[in-house]
């Protein structure tokens, strides 16, 4: 396998390590020179100094034989060109960064798996890691205006939901009819859940919630006494 990464910035040093840990042959495509020429060419790597955007930069890269290829700039533009190259000389699997919103359709009418504003990804995880630490995980699922997310919470000592099964939870009013109980991990296992799964203290629980990260959805993995609604009592 082969894949061709354009661009060695923050987002795209880090594919390359992914990628490289893999096992995966990968050829590096970066124009800015210093970048460039960071990162060590060996057998399993191939660094060209060029611009991406040219086609005969992706001739050299043999982009048309390559299993797949990941745009990482900071620019939109740059991204979309690269990926429309691509596709023109045959490589079929098209990965990109989109930082625009506005760009999406852009890149979904070519046919790209994309990853959307990463900028804001990080400011998300931040803000979740600091409004709500039990939350481990999380991603938006369809549109974003939508609210549906998926996320992993983990069962706090304390909480109403420890020691009930998913039925007697759902009897309970503990499980919104919006969410679904979708995994849950303990001790390294993780169990399909069904009715008669019953939450413990320290479970990893996979949750969907049509709508999103909302206080009737995760008060029940938290502690009572941290639950919306009681008294304060610092």
Known sequence: ?????????????????????????????????????????????????????????????????????????????????????ARELGCETLVSVVHAEENIPLFRQLGATIIENPQRLIAEYLFRGTHDPGIQGFMHVGDRDG???????????????????????????????????VAVERDGEIIIPRGNTQIETDDLVTVFSKEGIINEVVEPFKPEAKRTGDSDTE
Do not use: W
């Open 1 to 85: 396998m082969t894949t061709v990464i354009v661009g060695a910035g923050r987002i795209g040093s880090s594919v390359i390590e992914l990628v490289a840990d893999a096992n995966i042959g990968v050829t590096v495509i970066e124009q800015e020179h210093e970048r460039a020429h960071e990162f060590k060419a060996d057998e399993n790597c191939h660094v060209i100094h060029d611009d991406a955007t040219e086609r005969e930069t992706l001739h050299e890269a043999e982009v048309g034989n390559a299993d797949a290829i990941i745009a990482t700039t900071d620019q939109d533009t740059t991204n979309l060109m690269v990926l429309m190259l």
């Open 147 to 181: 609210g549906a997310e998926v996320f992993e919470i983990s069962v706090a000592d304390g909480a109403p939901i420890i020691g009930k099964t998913l039925e007697q939870a759902d009897v309970a009013g503990f499980l919104p009819p919006s969410m679904v109980v």
